[in-house]
């Protein structure tokens, strides 16, 4: 591949060989989420890497150590004056590099990409906001507002990373550079975790007019439980998220063949869309429990929402987009797509957190599969983009 000395961009130029370098110099570094995997180093490695290189950009570098080794890290770019603030958004954790077709941590360049773990899930990203912001640094340009890089832990397991930064850095709004193949995301699912406990009454198998069996109660529920995704979840719908969803995940129940069991216990996710909340899905599911147990008085059963993270969906016409479509089209040429995804992701925490997300990286292949690359080509677009959109956003004085 023949690099582009410097694109131009307003005046801002992109070293693409300085990004292939910095995206390989992630790559490099094993930082796989343990408490997903069962061992890995955790994010504090590529957090130091990551600092030290803001750090020589000029930045305000400073680090949130969440547990031990698992840390995040922040660089601002100050602003001069009270311009609006926007978030870059990336996560540091990868998912675990045991039985993969590459090498995991050899981050080849070839026929335009980049592979090894978490070359697209998600350094590239990571490797954009970086050299996106240090152009606009290397170019002498003064932003009125700040910009905010933020490399989080833990995205892959339960975004403790995400949670503990909103604490501390607010903004006006946020890009996270989860991969997108380069389209617009305004909007994801939310999920939630339901428990489900059914009660039977214990008793020998021989004595049915004794015992009350908890799993085939369970079943009862079951069938409504499909009923509630085929007839009613699927009549609601998002332009770009489609319908609801409800699937059993798992169930316990029985203590032996003998036995009536006095206990069954179901758990259940539930994808849900903007517009449905965590009260209306514990609603939906204590109505099914209500309606059983009025037709068979043997049905009993408790429900709770034990875990739950919310949707996202941000308006087209909000700034953040409206400043992203901006430098999308000058860079592209074309109008971007805008697309919602099933998959739950940080920027939810960030919406909730009071700052409006939307979402665009680079493409490639392999989330949490045996070979993973990012296409390269994608990652210098997209670092256009974000250089683009954070002049546009944050203003220059
Ligand atoms: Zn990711």
Known sequence: MNFRKGLELSNIRIDEKELLQVVQDLVRIESVNPELAGTGSGEYLVAGHIGNYLAKMGLDVRYQEIKPKRVNVIGVLKGRDEGKSLMLNGHTDTVGITRMDIEPLNPVFRDGKVYGRGSFDMKGGLGAMIIAVKSIVDAGVKLKGDVILAFVADEEYLSVGTEVLV???????????????????????????????????????SRPDRGIDAIVKAGKYLARIEELGKDVLIQKKHPLLGSPSIHASLIKGGTELSTYPDYCLIELERRFIPGESVKTIEAEIQTLIDDLSSQDEQFKAKCEVSFSRPPLEVARDHEIVSALTRAYSKTMNQAPDFIGVGGWMDSAILAEAGI??????????????????????????????????????????
């Open 167 to 205: 604490r501390e850095y607010p903004a006006d709004a946020a890009i996270l550079c989860e991969p997108t193949n380069l389209k617009i995301c305004i909007a994801h699912k939310g999920f939630a975790w339901i428990k489900v406990e059914v009660f039977g009454k214990a008793a020998h198998g």
């Open 356 to 397: 409006p997300s939307v979402i665009i990286g680079p493409a490639g292949e392999g989330f949490h599969a045996a070979t993973e690359y990012v296409d390269f080509e994608s990652v210098i677009t997209l670092t256009k983009i974000l250089a683009d959109t954070i002049i546009d956003f944050c203003g220059v004085s």
